[in-house]
């Protein structure tokens, strides 16, 4: 019989100790802010707006002169018309579809994936 020899395993055992914790944090969070979902980093790859806020207020979809989205002012939006928003300034088909991208970029950055 021989043996082999493998560098690096306390590494690996760190960085999935790493892993679940991160994953264990994830599972407790119970919201995430839409500027953190929709960060900068991911507003950039995926429009020409630097964060949502811009996004929004840039969609005249919202009542004139408004310089700061609030809950009330975005729900009010028309989800037809938000859609079609989406599909003619993002990377994206829908509003779901950012939603769930981002979502996933999220799970990944917080997780260290």
Do not use: C
């Given at each position: 019989?021989?043996?082999?020899?493998?560098?690096?395993?306390?590494?690996?055992?760190?960085?999935?100790?790493?892993?679940?914790?991160?994953?264990?944090?994830?599972?407790?969070?119970?919201?995430?802010?839409?500027?953190?979902?929709?960060?900068?980093?991911?507003m950039?790859?995926?429009?020409?707006?630097?964060?949502?806020?811009?996004?929004i207020?840039?969609?005249?979809?919202?009542?004139?002169?408004?310089?700061?989205?609030?809950?009330?002012?975005?729900?009010?939006?028309?989800?037809?018309?938000?859609?079609?928003?989406?599909?003619?300034?993002?990377?994206?088909?829908?509003?779901?579809?950012?939603?769930?991208?981002?979502?996933?970029?999220?799970?990944?950055?917080?997780?260290?994936?």
């Open positions: 019989m021989f043996e082999i020899k493998i560098d690096g395993i306390k590494e690996v055992v760190d960085t999935l100790n790493h892993l679940q914790k991160n994953v264990e944090e994830l599972e407790e969070k119970k919201e995430i802010s839409i500027g953190e979902l929709l960060n900068e980093e991911f950039n790859k995926y429009t020409k707006w630097n964060n949502f806020n811009d996004f207020i840039n969609s005249k979809l919202v009542p004139e002169g408004t310089t700061v989205l609030t809950k009330e002012i975005f729900e009010a939006i028309p989800d037809k018309e938000f859609n079609e928003y989406v599909t003619n300034n993002s990377s994206f088909e829908s509003w779901i579809e950012m939603l769930q991208t981002a979502l996933k970029d999220y799970v990944k950055r917080k997780s260290g994936l």
